[in-house]
């Protein structure tokens, strides 16, 4: 693991190793921006912040000015918001090049209401009023093709090849070397800037990967899945391959990003009983399902991500949990003081962590504080329920989880009107862009999703 560089501040020289600081921090659309600031530029103003155009939380993923809603006080013609660099967060990305992650802010001192990554603070800090804190783990999954990036853009990025070959279903160790070496690139690289990951596989899609982040607080693991993401990319450049995390890059097997939680009350696993969920993570369960429908649009973004709600084929479909029943979806593992833990299985792939993870965070908190009681768990498998069970189905577009989103008070209350309301306006906007400029909705894959979303976020 490299050293850490340490923030430069005062009358303190710059580490002539260092050529360059980068800026990182995403977007609401999950894509990770920044830019890259001379050592000196870096210590004058890691106090105050870095001016960012607030464009960045005005564009679509077409690069095209979102439109439909009034834009709220702090955003204007172009005006500025400031990335104010977490230190901890410091790292040598590569020799000459340091890296560290912000927040964005307003010139007042107000956290920019749209920021992911103070929105999941916003939402731990609120578990902390209760007495928790969380501990948080990430399933990473992404598809890697043997053609480079030059490649699957001249295709559209449509008829690429798998990289490994085709064995599936899932854990096969009958891939070929290129693949391996792809991921044992990919583990050297999150060892050299310290991230902690646990696992990888075969995932069941061909060319599929799995990639499991360490547990650890919600903002460090959102943190690593960024940058562990950044790192599948140029890993890909470097050799010659493509990655993309996009919902369902083809007809086939879609692409998730599950997210497991646990509670914890003075060093204790409050999910803990001996005979079962205890009472706070059935408080938990009851939160979470409560706001399954409104957070449908948070850990579901975009068009291609609703192609992956098909019965059988992995993601959950119904507002549902269970024990240890990986059909529903919410997973309830219990009986162990250490791994007892709630697994949330509706993300995509394509779903900006900090944004799930802070609805998730929200669901809990409405779950602890109300002491909601959860519905009767699903027993058997909770793919293709008949109607008339009482189990409901999770919202299978993009405009019916933004109106579920807009119709629930507990999430506006929690993550705050101004997001809410643009998050919505923004989702609304990438269906008339989808109906309006190429998509097909009668397609398994259109070619408009391929293009806006093979990439980015």
């Known amino acids: 693991m490299s050293e850490l560089t340490q ?11 260092v050529r360059a600081v980068r800026l990182e921090a995403t977007n609401h659309e999950g894509c990770f921006l920044g830019k890259n600031v001379a050592p000196e530029k870096f210590d004058s103003g890691s106090d105050s912040g870095f001016a960012f155009a607030d464009l ?48 964005y802010w307003l010139k007042d001192g107000r956290p920019v209401p749209l920021c992911p990554r103070n929105l999941v603070r916003k939402t731990v ?49 009958a891939k070929s070397k290129d693949w391996v070496e792809y991921m044992n690139a990919v583990a050297d690289r999150l060892d050299e800037v310290g991230i902690a990951w646990e696992a990888w596989s075969d995932e069941d ?33 470097e050799r010659g391959r493509t990655v993309t995390f996009m919902a369902k890059p083809t007809a086939g097997y879609g692409q998730a990003s599950h997210i497991n939680l646990s509670l914890q009350r003075d060093g204790m696993n409050a999910f803990y009983a001996e005979d079962g969920p205890s009472k706070t993570m059935l408080h938990a369960i009851g939160g979470l399902l409560a706001t399954m429908e409104g957070n449908t649009s948070l850990a579901l973004p975009q068009i291609t991500s609703y ?47 900090y944004l799930a993870l802070a609805g998730v965070l929200a669901g809990v ?15 058997d498998m909770a793919w293709c329920l008949p109607p008339g069970l009482g189990v409901e189905r999770i919202p299978d577009t993009i405009t019916k989880a933004a109106a579920a989103l807009d119709a629930d008070p507990v999430l506006r209350e929690i993550l705050g009107d101004e997001f809410v309301d643009y998050w919505i306006a923004s989702r609304k906007w990438e269906w008339m862009q989808f109906h309006t400029a190429g998509g097909d909705p009668f397609a398994e894959l259109s070619e408009w999703e391929s293009t806006r979303y093979f990439e980015l976020p």
């Not at 901890?88 to 340091?98: A, F, H, I, M």
């Not at 969380?134 to 990025?157: L, N, P």
């Not at 061909?206 to 960024?226: F, R, T």
């Not at 908190?365 to 027993?379: F, H, L």
């Open 7 to 17: 923030p430069v501040t005062g009358t303190d020289r710059p580490d002539p190793r």
């Open 56 to 103: 960045l939380f005005g564009l679509d993923l077409g690069n095209v000015p979102v439109f439909g809603a009034a834009y709220p006080e702090w955003r204007g013609h172009l005006d500025d918001v400031y990335l104010r660099p977490d230190p901890s967060t410091r790292v040598e990305w590569q020799p000459g090049l340091d890296a560290v992650i912000g927040d």
């Open 125 to 173: 800090d609120r578990l902390a009023s209760n007495g928790f804190s969380a501990k948080v783990a990430v399933e990473i999954e992404a598809t890697v093709f043997e053609e480079s990036i030059h490649e699957a853009r001249s295709r559209g990025y449509r008829d690429l090849t798998p990289l490994g070959g085709t064995a599936g279903t899932a854990y096969h160790l």
């Open 205 to 237: 899609a061909a060319g599929q990967i799995e990639l499991n982040l360490a547990p650890g607080d919600p903002i460090a693991v959102c943190d690593a899945w960024a940058r562990t993401r950044q790192i599948m990319r140029e890993v890909a450049f």
């Open 307 to 353: 192609r992956r709600l098909v019965d059988l084929s992995g993601p959950p479909v119904t507002i549902s949990w269970g024990i240890s029943n990986k059909t529903t979806a919410v997973r309830a593992v219990c009986g162990h003081p250490k791994y007892s833990r709630l697994e949330y299985r509706l993300p995509g792939a394509d779903a900006n962590l």
């Open 365 to 379: 908190v409405a779950g602890v504080e109300r002491k909601i009681t959860p519905p009767e768990q699903v027993t």
